[in-house]
Protein backbone atom coordinates (compact mmCIF):
# COMPACT_ATOMS: atom_id res chain seq x y z
CA UNK A 1 0.00 0.00 0.00
CA UNK A 2 1.70 3.28 -0.59
CA UNK A 3 1.85 5.41 2.28
CA UNK A 4 3.26 8.76 0.61
CA UNK A 5 2.61 9.97 -3.36
CA UNK A 6 3.63 12.96 -4.38
CA UNK A 7 2.51 13.76 -7.98
CA UNK A 8 3.95 16.46 -10.21
CA UNK A 9 5.59 18.55 -6.89
CA UNK A 10 6.80 21.71 -8.50
CA UNK A 11 8.39 24.19 -5.53
CA UNK A 12 9.00 27.86 -6.52
CA UNK A 13 10.61 30.50 -4.02
CA UNK A 14 9.87 34.09 -4.37
CA UNK A 15 12.57 35.99 -3.18
CA UNK A 16 11.28 40.41 -3.93
CA UNK A 17 10.34 40.03 -7.56
CA UNK A 18 12.86 37.11 -8.45
CA UNK A 19 11.21 33.41 -9.06
CA UNK A 20 13.32 30.73 -7.79
CA UNK A 21 12.34 27.53 -9.16
CA UNK A 22 13.62 24.93 -6.58
CA UNK A 23 11.61 21.61 -7.63
CA UNK A 24 10.63 20.95 -10.70
CA UNK A 25 7.54 18.24 -11.34
CA UNK A 26 9.24 15.45 -8.60
CA UNK A 27 6.72 12.53 -8.42
CA UNK A 28 7.56 9.64 -5.75
CA UNK A 29 5.25 6.35 -4.83
CA UNK A 30 6.43 5.37 -1.14
CA UNK A 31 4.97 1.88 -0.47
CA UNK A 32 4.53 1.42 3.74
CA UNK A 33 7.84 -0.52 5.09
CA UNK A 34 9.97 1.50 2.31
CA UNK A 35 13.53 2.41 3.20
CA UNK A 36 14.21 5.07 0.52
CA UNK A 37 17.26 7.46 -0.20
CA UNK A 38 17.07 10.92 -2.10
CA UNK A 39 20.52 11.65 -3.15
CA UNK A 40 21.97 14.84 -4.54
CA UNK A 41 24.56 17.39 -4.87
CA UNK A 42 23.81 20.31 -2.43
CA UNK A 43 21.60 23.01 -3.46
CA UNK A 44 19.61 20.33 -5.58
CA UNK A 45 16.40 20.49 -3.69
CA UNK A 46 16.97 17.71 -0.99
CA UNK A 47 16.00 19.78 2.17
CA UNK A 48 13.03 21.66 0.25
CA UNK A 49 11.61 18.20 -1.20
CA UNK A 50 11.61 17.20 2.99
CA UNK A 51 10.02 20.25 4.23
CA UNK A 52 7.67 19.35 1.84
CA UNK A 53 7.30 15.73 2.68
CA UNK A 54 7.09 16.90 6.34
CA UNK A 55 4.64 18.80 5.91
CA UNK A 56 6.68 21.73 7.14
CA UNK A 57 5.97 23.70 3.76
CA UNK A 58 3.72 23.39 0.94
CA UNK A 59 4.27 23.03 -2.91
CA UNK A 60 3.73 25.89 -5.20
CA UNK A 61 1.63 23.23 -7.19
CA UNK A 62 1.38 19.91 -7.13
CA UNK A 63 -0.58 16.71 -4.93
CA UNK A 64 0.46 14.82 -2.09
CA UNK A 65 -1.18 12.24 -0.06
CA UNK A 66 0.01 10.91 3.17
CA UNK A 67 -1.67 8.00 4.06
CA UNK A 68 -4.25 8.31 1.70
CA UNK A 69 -5.05 11.83 2.90
CA UNK A 70 -5.04 15.02 0.36
CA UNK A 71 -2.25 16.74 2.52
CA UNK A 72 -3.00 20.23 0.56
CA UNK A 73 -6.51 20.11 1.57
CA UNK A 74 -5.29 20.74 4.99
CA UNK A 75 -5.58 23.83 7.39
CA UNK A 76 -2.68 24.63 9.07
CA UNK A 77 -3.87 23.09 12.11
CA UNK A 78 -4.88 19.52 10.46
CA UNK A 79 -1.05 19.84 8.91
CA UNK A 80 0.36 19.72 12.63
CA UNK A 81 -2.04 16.69 13.59
CA UNK A 82 -0.95 14.83 10.79
CA UNK A 83 2.30 16.06 10.79
CA UNK A 84 2.33 14.86 14.44
CA UNK A 85 0.82 11.79 14.10
CA UNK A 86 2.47 10.58 10.87
CA UNK A 87 6.07 11.27 11.16
CA UNK A 88 9.29 11.63 13.13
CA UNK A 89 11.99 14.17 11.83
CA UNK A 90 15.50 13.81 12.18
CA UNK A 91 17.79 16.79 11.40
CA UNK A 92 21.45 16.90 10.18
CA UNK A 93 22.23 19.09 13.32
CA UNK A 94 19.90 17.15 15.68
CA UNK A 95 17.44 20.22 16.63
CA UNK A 96 17.80 19.32 20.26
CA UNK A 97 16.52 21.92 23.45
CA UNK A 98 19.92 23.36 24.44
CA UNK A 99 18.89 24.05 28.03
CA UNK A 100 16.95 20.81 28.27
CA UNK A 101 17.81 17.64 29.30
CA UNK A 102 18.05 14.11 27.14
CA UNK A 103 14.47 12.97 28.49
CA UNK A 104 13.51 15.98 28.29
CA UNK A 105 13.85 16.84 24.67
CA UNK A 106 12.72 13.28 23.79
CA UNK A 107 9.18 13.53 25.37
CA UNK A 108 8.47 16.62 23.90
CA UNK A 109 6.16 15.04 21.19
CA UNK A 110 4.18 13.14 23.51
CA UNK A 111 3.19 16.48 25.68
CA UNK A 112 2.02 17.90 22.27
CA UNK A 113 -0.33 14.78 22.15
CA UNK A 114 -1.60 15.23 25.39
CA UNK A 115 -0.03 12.01 27.10
CA UNK A 116 0.06 12.45 31.35
CA UNK A 117 3.23 13.22 32.62
CA UNK A 118 4.35 9.73 34.17
CA UNK A 119 3.89 8.29 30.85
CA UNK A 120 6.32 10.61 29.13
CA UNK A 121 8.61 10.10 31.06
CA UNK A 122 7.65 6.18 31.11
CA UNK A 123 8.04 5.80 27.24
CA UNK A 124 10.83 8.75 27.05
CA UNK A 125 12.87 6.38 29.48
CA UNK A 126 12.31 3.12 27.09
CA UNK A 127 12.93 5.29 24.00
CA UNK A 128 16.76 6.16 25.18
CA UNK A 129 17.04 2.54 26.24
CA UNK A 130 16.12 1.71 22.84
CA UNK A 131 18.36 3.43 21.75
CA UNK A 132 21.48 3.18 23.87
CA UNK A 133 21.47 6.23 25.95
CA UNK A 134 19.52 4.61 29.48
CA UNK A 135 22.24 5.95 31.53
CA UNK A 136 22.10 9.62 29.85
CA UNK A 137 18.55 10.45 30.58
CA UNK A 138 19.31 13.51 32.78
CA UNK A 139 22.47 14.58 30.27
CA UNK A 140 22.31 18.16 28.63
CA UNK A 141 22.85 18.33 25.04
CA UNK A 142 26.50 19.85 25.26
CA UNK A 143 27.55 16.77 27.35
CA UNK A 144 26.73 14.74 24.55
CA UNK A 145 28.81 13.61 22.07
CA UNK A 146 27.19 14.20 18.27
CA UNK A 147 26.21 10.32 18.02
CA UNK A 148 24.62 10.36 20.65
CA UNK A 149 22.93 13.57 20.64
CA UNK A 150 21.54 12.24 17.54
CA UNK A 151 20.10 9.43 19.30
CA UNK A 152 18.44 11.44 21.35
CA UNK A 153 16.81 12.94 18.77
CA UNK A 154 15.72 9.58 16.88
CA UNK A 155 14.59 8.70 20.35
CA UNK A 156 12.31 12.03 20.01
CA UNK A 157 11.31 11.07 16.48
CA UNK A 158 9.78 7.92 17.44
CA UNK A 159 8.36 8.73 20.58
CA UNK A 160 4.76 9.14 19.12
CA UNK A 161 5.21 5.89 16.84
CA UNK A 162 4.56 7.60 13.65
CA UNK A 163 5.21 5.58 10.68
CA UNK A 164 6.87 7.38 8.69
CA UNK A 165 10.33 8.44 9.91
CA UNK A 166 12.21 11.46 7.63
CA UNK A 167 16.02 12.18 8.42
CA UNK A 168 17.56 14.81 6.47
CA UNK A 169 21.54 14.04 6.38
CA UNK A 170 21.19 12.23 9.45
CA UNK A 171 24.70 11.38 9.58
CA UNK A 172 25.97 14.65 8.10
CA UNK A 173 27.60 15.88 10.88
CA UNK A 174 28.78 12.96 12.64
CA UNK A 175 32.25 10.36 12.32
CA UNK A 176 31.52 6.97 10.60
CA UNK A 177 31.23 4.90 13.82
CA UNK A 178 28.49 7.37 14.99
CA UNK A 179 26.91 7.44 11.78
CA UNK A 180 26.81 3.16 11.63
CA UNK A 181 26.11 3.44 14.65
CA UNK A 182 22.52 5.50 13.66
CA UNK A 183 22.81 3.50 9.97
CA UNK A 184 22.15 0.37 12.32
CA UNK A 185 19.28 2.15 14.38
CA UNK A 186 17.19 3.16 11.19
CA UNK A 187 17.70 -0.53 10.12
CA UNK A 188 15.68 -1.73 13.16
CA UNK A 189 13.10 0.66 12.73
CA UNK A 190 12.61 -0.18 9.25
CA UNK A 191 12.53 -3.92 10.16
CA UNK A 192 9.98 -3.17 12.25
CA UNK A 193 8.10 -1.74 9.88
CA UNK A 194 8.62 2.23 10.33
CA UNK A 195 8.83 3.38 6.51
CA UNK A 196 11.97 5.82 6.20
CA UNK A 197 13.35 8.71 3.48
CA UNK A 198 16.81 9.85 3.99
CA UNK A 199 18.58 12.12 2.64
CA UNK A 200 22.12 12.45 2.00
CA UNK A 201 25.02 13.02 -0.07
CA UNK A 202 26.98 9.97 0.42
CA UNK A 203 26.91 7.03 -1.09
CA UNK A 204 28.20 5.10 1.75
CA UNK A 205 24.77 5.97 3.87
CA UNK A 206 22.40 5.74 1.09
CA UNK A 207 23.65 1.54 0.40
CA UNK A 208 21.50 1.57 3.66
CA UNK A 209 18.61 2.14 2.05
CA UNK A 210 16.47 -0.31 -0.85
CA UNK A 211 15.49 2.25 -2.92
CA UNK A 212 17.25 5.53 -4.28
CA UNK A 213 16.08 8.20 -5.60
CA UNK A 214 18.87 10.68 -7.58
CA UNK A 215 18.04 14.79 -7.35
CA UNK A 216 19.88 17.17 -9.83
CA UNK A 217 18.70 20.54 -9.79
CA UNK A 218 14.63 19.59 -8.55
CA UNK A 219 14.38 17.02 -10.75
CA UNK A 220 14.74 13.15 -10.03
CA UNK A 221 17.44 12.39 -12.62
CA UNK A 222 15.90 8.69 -13.84
CA UNK A 223 12.25 7.45 -12.52
CA UNK A 224 12.67 4.58 -10.91
CA UNK A 225 10.06 2.31 -12.91
CA UNK A 226 7.70 2.22 -9.25
CA UNK A 227 8.58 6.10 -9.14
CA UNK A 228 5.56 7.20 -10.83
CA UNK A 229 2.55 5.97 -9.39
CA UNK A 230 0.04 5.75 -12.36
CA UNK A 231 -0.93 7.61 -15.58
CA UNK A 232 -2.37 10.11 -13.57
CA UNK A 233 -1.49 13.68 -14.54
CA UNK A 234 -3.33 15.84 -13.22
CA UNK A 235 -2.43 18.76 -11.38
CA UNK A 236 -3.99 20.71 -8.95
CA UNK A 237 -2.59 24.21 -8.23
CA UNK A 238 -1.74 25.25 -4.74
CA UNK A 239 -1.42 28.62 -4.62
CA UNK A 240 -0.76 28.90 -0.93
CA UNK A 241 3.04 29.27 0.10
CA UNK A 242 2.91 29.44 3.51
CA UNK A 243 5.68 28.88 5.93
CA UNK A 244 4.31 26.53 8.71
CA UNK A 245 3.30 27.85 11.91
CA UNK A 246 5.39 24.96 13.96
CA UNK A 247 7.33 22.03 14.01
CA UNK A 248 8.47 20.91 17.57
CA UNK A 249 11.93 20.57 16.09
CA UNK A 250 12.18 24.38 15.35
CA UNK A 251 10.39 25.97 18.41
CA UNK A 252 11.82 26.99 21.55
CA UNK A 253 10.12 26.25 24.41
CA UNK A 254 9.55 27.69 28.13
CA UNK A 255 9.90 25.40 31.18
CA UNK A 256 8.25 26.06 34.64
CA UNK A 257 10.82 26.04 37.63
CA UNK A 258 10.31 22.07 38.32
CA UNK A 259 11.13 21.75 34.65
CA UNK A 260 8.17 20.99 33.15
CA UNK A 261 7.01 22.11 30.01
CA UNK A 262 5.03 25.04 29.21
CA UNK A 263 2.95 24.52 26.32
CA UNK A 264 1.99 27.89 24.39
CA UNK A 265 -1.43 28.89 23.93
CA UNK A 266 -1.57 27.91 20.39
CA UNK A 267 -0.59 24.52 21.01
CA UNK A 268 -3.31 23.51 23.32
CA UNK A 269 -2.35 20.26 24.77
CA UNK A 270 -5.91 17.82 25.70
CA UNK A 271 -6.21 15.26 28.36
CA UNK A 272 -3.28 16.82 30.79
CA UNK A 273 -3.78 14.97 33.33
CA UNK A 274 -0.81 15.58 36.51
N1 LIG B 1 13.51 30.00 1.59
C1 LIG B 1 14.17 30.04 0.42
N2 LIG B 1 14.07 31.11 -0.41
C2 LIG B 1 14.73 31.15 -1.58
N3 LIG B 1 15.49 30.16 -2.06
C3 LIG B 1 15.63 29.06 -1.30
C4 LIG B 1 14.98 28.93 -0.02
N4 LIG B 1 15.30 27.72 0.50
C5 LIG B 1 16.10 27.12 -0.40
N5 LIG B 1 16.30 27.92 -1.49
C6 LIG B 1 17.10 27.59 -2.67
O1 LIG B 1 16.64 26.37 -3.18
C7 LIG B 1 17.73 25.59 -3.65
C8 LIG B 1 17.68 24.22 -3.01
O2 LIG B 1 17.90 24.33 -1.62
P1 LIG B 1 17.83 23.08 -0.66
O3 LIG B 1 16.51 22.43 -0.81
O4 LIG B 1 18.19 23.53 0.71
O5 LIG B 1 18.97 22.15 -1.26
P2 LIG B 1 19.79 20.93 -0.65
O6 LIG B 1 19.13 20.51 0.62
O7 LIG B 1 19.77 19.89 -1.71
O8 LIG B 1 21.17 21.44 -0.42
C9 LIG B 1 18.99 26.37 -3.35
O9 LIG B 1 19.38 27.02 -4.53
C10 LIG B 1 18.55 27.35 -2.32
O10 LIG B 1 19.28 28.56 -2.42
MG1 LIG C 1 19.83 20.28 2.59
Do not use: W
Amino acid sequence: MSILELKNIYKTYRQGKLEVPVLKDISLNVEEGDYCAIMGPSGSGKTTLMNIIGCLDLPSSGEYYLGGQDVLANNDAKLSDLRLNSIGFVFQSFHLLSRQSALENVVLPLLYAGVSKKERLEIGRKALERVGLGDRTNFKPTQLSGGQCQRVAIARAMVNSPKILLADEPTGALDTASGDQIMEIFHQLNEEGVTIIMITHEQEIADHAHKTFHIRDGQFLVPAADNLANEDISTATNDAITENVYSYSYVEHEFDSAGDFIPKESEAVNNESE
